[in-house]
Nanobody, 116 residues
Framework: QVQLVESGGGLVQPGGSLRLSCTAS????????MGWYRQAPGKGRELVAS???????NYADSVKGRFTISGDNAKTAVYLQMDSLKAEDTAVYFC??????????WGQGTQVTVSS
């Protein structure tokens, strides 16, 4: 069973940057879309950014201009560069990979805390 492994979370001051990485333990050949979600305490999980297999990206309004998603289909890896971080970006971040069949894999989550 393929697993998604995330890394790159941590504690950062407001205005700082972090880069999240998500890599599959095995190659997934029929990826449709990869993305990052987040869940803050007491809130539901929300889409942060996504990238399709042909490179089309989509961002939540709250992160446009600050976050950049990129992907490597050959490695089944997805990255999230987060700049100009704000306190409201604090959340657990999850990566998700969806196959053409609709089956979705989720990562275990990585904590991002923005605080001075």
């Amino acid at each position: 069973q393929v697993q998604l492994v995330e890394s790159g979370g941590g504690l950062v001051q407001p205005g700082g940057s972090l880069r999240l990485s998500c890599t599959a333990s095995g190659r997934i050949f029929d990826v449709s879309v990869m993305g990052w979600y987040r869940q803050a305490p007491g809130k539901g999980r929300e889409l942060v950014a996504s990238i399709t297999s042909d490179g089309t990206t989509n961002y939540a309004d709250s992160v446009k201009g600050r976050f950049t998603i990129s992907g490597d289909n050959a490695k089944t890896a997805v990255y999230l560069q987060m700049d100009s971080l704000k306190a409201e970006d604090t959340a657990v971040y999850f990566c998700r990979v969806v196959r053409m069949t609709g089956f979705a894999y989720w990562g275990q989550g990585t904590q991002v805390t923005v605080s001075s």
